[in-house]
Structures are given as C-alpha cells and as structure tokens.
C-alpha cells in the first residue's frame, strides 16, 4: 500500500490508474494567528478495484481560517472500487473560521464509497475529564489536541 | 409460502395502472382567454400588470427585476441550462375568466384534467383547501369553512395582493429578493398565480393545504409566486403537486416561495413534483424563522429534465430549528441537482438535512448544500446526511456539500455515502421467493422510506406506488 503525507497547504491530485491499487492519504494542520490555509485533495481513481483512504485533519486557533476541500472522482467503468475521506476540524477560537467541502463525483455503481466532515470545539466532557484527574485547562486541552491529531 | 406469495393488487394500484398517474395529452388552448407572445420585453411585464389591476408599486418592481433579470448572466454551474431559449418562451396565459369556488364552475375540459389526478376527491377527505393552478392563473380554490372561521387566508397570490397589500408589501421579496439569482429575477418580472397564506397567531390547520401545479401550453413558463406566513404559534402543512404533459419544446417552471414563520409557529411545505421529462424545473424556495420556530421542507423530485432546486432557511431567533428532507430520483437523460441551504444567525439553533438521491438508466442525480454558522450562532448544530443509491453502470450521483463556520461553539456533522443494490440483500430477499424485480423495488423503497413517513399516509401511499412505477422493468 502507497502512503501519501500530505505536508503542504494547496492542490494536489492524487491518481489511481492501476488496478488494485490501494493507496492510504493523510494530511494534519495546523493554523494560529492570522494564517490563511486551504487543502485541496483530489482522489481520482481511474482504476477498477482502487482503493483509497484519506484522513484530513485539523486545528484553527486565534484569527487563523482553514479550509478543507476534499474531492473523490470515480471514473466510469472503475468497479470495485472503495473511497473514503473524512475531513475533520477542531475550531478553538471564535474568531477563527473553518470550511469543510467534502466533494463525491461518482460515475460507476459498484462503488462504496463515502466521506464524512465535522467541525467542532473540544467537548467540555472530556475537558471535565482530564481536570478531574487534576490536570489544568491548558494541559488538558494539549493533550486532547494532540490524541485527536495523532494518525 | 403463502406468506410470500405476490403481493395483493389494491383498487391505488388498478387506479395507478389506468390513467391517474399517466402524464396524459394536453386540451387544446383555443379556448384560452389571453395568450401572450413568445418572448420577454417591457411591454409583456406591463400587460400581466394591467390584467391583474395591480397597484402601481407591483410595477415597478415587475420591471426593476426585469433589469436585474437581463443583467444576470446564466448560471454556469449545476445543471445544463444552455438549452433554455427565453425568446421562444410565453410568459403568460389566463387558462379561464376568473378563480372559481365551486367545482361544477370549472369548464369542462379544465374539469377532466385534474378529475383524473384526483383532486376533487381527495379535497373532500384528507385536505383542508385546494388551489389548482393551469399555466399562468388560478383556476379553482376552495378552503374549508373551519378554517376559514379561524381567520385562515389561502388565496392565490394576486387576490392576496388585492385584498391583502400591506402584508404582501412587507413581506414580498423579503426573503428571496429579486436579485437573489437569475431565476428570481425573471419570477419577480412575471410572476402569475401561486399561493398567499396566511395562519392567524396560534391556529393549527390540522389539515393539508394543497396547492395543484400544472402546465398545459407547449413552451410556456409557469412562474407562481408564493408566500406563506404563519403568525406566532400557528402551525401549517403546505403541499404542492406539479405534472405537466407530453411535449416536444422544453418548458419552463420557475417559482418562488418565501415563507415566514414567526415565534414559535411550525410550517411544513411539502413538494411532489412528477414533471414530464422536458420540463425545467428552477425553483427557489427559503424561509425565514424566528425564535423556536419550525421549518420542516420536504421535497420529492422525480420528474422533470433537469431540475435546479435548493430549499432553505434562515434561522434567525434564538432556538430555531429547521429541516430538509429531500429525495430524488433521476431516471434517463434527467438531471436531479437538489439539496439544502441551512443559514444560522442566532444562538441555540439546529438543523438537520436528510438527502436520499437513486440514479437509474444514466441519470445524474446531484446534492449540492450549504451550512453556514455565523459568529453569532454560538451552541448551534447541523447534521447532513446523504445517501445516493446507483442502480446502474451507466448513471451518475454527485455530493457537493459546503461546510462554513465562524465561532467555536457549535458542531457541524456531514456524513455521505454512495452505494448500489448489495448483492447480498438482494440474494437474501430472492432466497425467500421474492422475484428479482419485486426484491429491488423492495430495497428501493426501504431506502427512502424514514422520509415517506414524514408525509400524511395518504401521500405516503401514493408516494411508495409511484416509485414502483418507476422501477417498473429497471433490470437489465
């Protein structure tokens, strides 16, 4: 299985054009300040029995906007074929600004093929967590930070 | 195996299987009272105006639209709309002299049409008042004197505009002004016919309101204007149908309907639109939602050629909620480009969207939406679901959802999927002596069926019937 690490903000295409290919795409960023940040990924399976994983994650903190923009095309005649794309954001700041675009161009039926986004803060249940077991607000929102950007 | 033996013919099925869901033919239109010329100029804005008497204010903004409308360009995205040719469209028939109360008042051949759909019928037992509309005007209206006692207004829109101008004044082109797009803009210009409602402060119609759409001109627009507002505490369901016969020209269908729901009042509109398959449908439809208010869009596609459609609202008080259950189904040569616009503006506001979309013989059925939670909608959520099921090699389904958030309190869910029939439901149901075709319209109809629940069972019925019409000989 290819791994693909996604380490820099802006487009990038990632093709599948032999079959059975599998090919595993992860990308975590992280935004603070005044950073303006956009990911654009396009999974193109061109392939029957192409499989593709992908796992866009981030953080937004201060004034910072980060924008995910996920696409996954199935060309026709590409059977067999699984795609999957989260794209999951945490927004710490209320002045930050997060945009989850998770696209789906599907032209074959014998596909699965799903995504998922979410946007949230961290939850206060698991903030009451950690402080219960005597860490402070800031370590215990570091270390949810951290587990959630963990691949 | 008698417990699975074929499943009973009912009376809906024999009724199904004559006439009453066939498109049909069109009547002739010599009878027609006014038929405009083909095509869009200032002159044809200020005879609609004059017919309908209207006050000079409805005027101007006819023609301050129609500005708007030449200055938009196309819109060069969703569905292909390059086919449409506005000079070859007429904007604007009168089907008969003047609205009719009772229904022996209809002229015959009006009559017929909407006999065979069932109308007169189901008004009298599942529905509190009916408005059919035939191309550009309203036909017949009725509403049930209960409701009516109450101080419930369901007219069509230019009476509304006659017997109602303040409201109408402040509340038409509020929500979805003319320059909101293309579309609106040439529906501000002409709009003719549709619906006005009014629900006094904490009146619950019990019953349905159904609003009757039908084209029967050949390359004609129908453009309907309707506006919906439901007081503090009241509660509405709206339903509208629209069919159209077989052409050969293209035809135009673009509405408008804005709906405001005050503190604490609930509305539900509800669309069954089984266009025939040259129709453009483009229609936008929004409402505006104010503290613990309620809007629930349910909207069903199944006909027309392409179809451009995104209901939404705008929820502006504290504690409002809406929801979107949408479904399409697009078969051969159709495109389906529906979806959701959820706009949160205050605090503690939820929304949820449901989409369901089935592709069959090459049709393209597309979700296209949009989430936007505003700084000040702190605590708010949105869940989206889409769900698109293919049923063939060749046809094709699209997702293109838009998350936007500006504050840290809330929290936004998209979850999408596109599947086909599972081999293995198949092999189970087929295992148990269902007949292929039968398993399919079975798996088909699971699929869709926690948004055919949302509607009154007579629908649901009707709705569930219509989709084995449609599956009727899908397989390869």
């Not at chain 2, 006014?34 to 005879?47: Q, V």
């Not at chain 2, 301050?64 to 604007?92: C, H, Q, T």
């Not at chain 2, 409402?287 to 596609?301: H, L, R, Y």
């Amino acid at each position: 299985m290819r791994k693909i690490k996604l380490k820099k903000p802006g487009k990038h295409v990632i093709e599948l054009k032999k079959p059975g290919e599998e090919v595993e795409i992860v990308g975590t960023f992280e935004t603070q300040g005044t950073d303006r940040v956009s990911v654009e990924v396009i999974i193109h399976h061109q392939a029957p029995r192409t499989h593709a994983t992908t796992t866009l994650k981030g953080v937004a903190k201060d004034q910072s906007h980060l924008k995910f923009a996920g696409r996954i095309v199935i060309d026709p005649d590409c059977g067999q074929s699984n795609s999957f794309l989260t794209e999951r954001i945490l927004l710490l700041s209320d002045q930050a600004h997060a945009e989850a675009i998770p696209d789906l161009e599907i032209l074959t039926d014998d596909v699965k093929c799903s995504h998922a986004a979410s946007i949230s803060n961290i939850s206060d249940e698991h903030l009451f967590y950690l402080m219960s077991r005597g860490l402070n607000k800031k370590q215990a929102e570091k270390l949810i930070i951290s587990g959630f950007l963990e691949p | 195996m008698a417990r699975f033996a074929k499943k009973q013919t009912t009376d809906l099925d024999k009724k199904l299987k004559q006439d009453s869901y066939e498109h049909g033919d069109s009547f002739s239109t010599a009878d027609y009272k006014h038929i405009s010329k083909p095509g869009l100029n200032k002159e044809i804005i200020e005879e609609i105006s004059s017919f309908k008497n209207e006050p000079k204010w409805m005027l101007q903004q006819r023609l301050k639209a129609y500005e708007i409308f030449k200055s938009k360009p196309m819109p060069n995205w969703g569905v292909d709309l390059s086919e449409i040719n506005f000079d070859k469209i007429r904007y604007y028939f009168r089907p008969t002299e003047d609205q009719v109360s009772s229904w022996q008042d209809v002229p015959l051949e009006v009559k017929d049409t909407f006999d065979r759909l069932g109308i007169p019928e189901a008004e009298q037992k599942v529905l509190a008042g009916v408005k059919t509309q035939l191309d550009s005007e309203v036909v017949y209206g009725s509403l049930k004197n209960v409701w009516a006692k109450y101080g419930v207004e369901f007219l069509s829109m230019d009476e509304g505009l006659a017997k109602h101008e303040d409201l109408v004044k402040e509340y038409f082109g509020k929500v979805i002004p003319a320059a909101d797009n293309k579309f609106s803009a040439l529906n501000a210009a002409v709009w003719s016919g549709g619906s006005f409602v009014y629900v006094p402060p904490g009146v619950d119609v019990q019953l349905p309101l159904q609003a009757y759409f039908r084209i029967n001109a050949e390359s004609s627009g129908q453009f309907e204007r309707t506006l919906i507002i439901v007081d503090e505490g009241a509660k509405v369901h709206y339903i509208e149908g629209c069919t159209a016969p077989n052409f050969s020209s293209n035809s135009l269908h673009s509405g408008v309907i804005e709906i405001f729901v005050k503190k604490g009042a609930q509305c539900q509109y509800t669309t069954v639109q089984n266009w025939y398959k040259n129709i453009y449908n483009l229609v936008t439809q929004r409402a505006f939602v104010e503290e613990e208010g309620q809007m629930i869009w349910t909207d069903f596609n199944m006909g027309s050629k392409a179809t451009m459609k995104y209901p939404g609202f705008i929820l502006a008080g504290k504690g409002a909620k809406g929801e979107v259950l949408s479904m399409a189904l697009a078969g051969a040569d159709q495109h389906q480009d529906t979806g959701a616009k959820a706009i949160h503006l205050a605090p503690h506001t939820s929304s949820t969207i449901i989409s369901k979309s089935i592709s069959k013989g090459g049709g393209r059925a597309s979700y296209r939406g949009l989430v936007s939670i505003g700084p000040k909608a702190h605590h708010s959520k949105n869940t989206v679901i889409c769900d698109a099921l293919l049923l063939d090699p060749e046809s094709r389904s699209d997702t293109y959802p838009v998350d936007k958030v500006f504050n840290s309190q809330v929290e936004v869910q998209h979850e999408a999927t596109v599947s086909k029939i599972g081999d293995d439901q198949l092999f189970y149901l087929m295992s148990r002596g269902i007949s292929e075709e039968d398993a399919r319209k079975m798996i088909v109809n699971g699929f869709v069926e926690d948004l055919i629940k949302k509607l009154p069972l007579e629908y649901a019925v009707e709705m569930n019937r219509l989709i084995d019409h449609e599956m009727e000989g899908s397989i390869g």
